[in-house]
């Protein structure tokens, strides 16, 4: 089998994906590995609505013959879950106040910050917080009712 590629990048190794229709992969390409995302043009409208400050994954998108593609260049080497069991609950507290930090920039801006998950949160390969598009898992949407105005 020839190799696949997509944005530039060879797709080496197809991740798990709960979205019928997205296809995850993980990407090699000139600027090292990324997750690479295939799927509807929805990817896009998703994708374009993502921050890309602070601590958050810098993402391209675009639409070739395979379909719409969002590109999450790096990886991450240790997702917070995995974290949380080698390090301290006060240090666990501590890296969850940045996450929340900075979802909190993302809500006080009113923009939005996509479909987040804690396998998605962590450490990329230089040890810094980046907070990943969840693009291949659907949007949970909270069903508790809002709290009561002031």
Do not use: K
């Not at 994906?17 to 799927?39: N, Q």
């Not at 921050?51 to 070739?64: I, L, N, T």
């Not at 939005?112 to 396998?119: E, I, M, N, Q, V």
């Amino acid at each position: 089998m020839s190799a696949r590629y997509c944005a530039g990048y060879e797709l080496v190794e197809a991740l798990p994906s709960t979205i019928e229709g997205i296809e995850h992969w993980r990407a090699r390409g000139p600027d090292g590995d990324a997750d690479l995302y295939i799927g509807p043009r929805a990817l896009l409208t998703r994708s374009r609505a993502l921050p890309q400050w602070g601590p958050f994954a810098r993402v391209r998108s675009g639409d070739e013959d395979a379909g719409a593609y969002v590109l999450v260049r790096g990886t991450l080497e240790t997702s917070f879950p995995e974290l949380c069991t080698q390090i301290s609950p006060i240090v666990a507290v501590a890296v969850a106040w940045h996450v929340s930090d900075a979802l909190a920039e993302v809500h006080e801006r009113g923009t939005s910050h996509g479909a987040l998950h804690p396998d998605f949160i962590g450490l990329d390969a230089n040890g810094i917080l980046t907070i990943r598009p969840a693009l291949a898992m659907p949007v949970v949407r909270g069903t508790a009712a809002p709290p009561p105005s002031r």
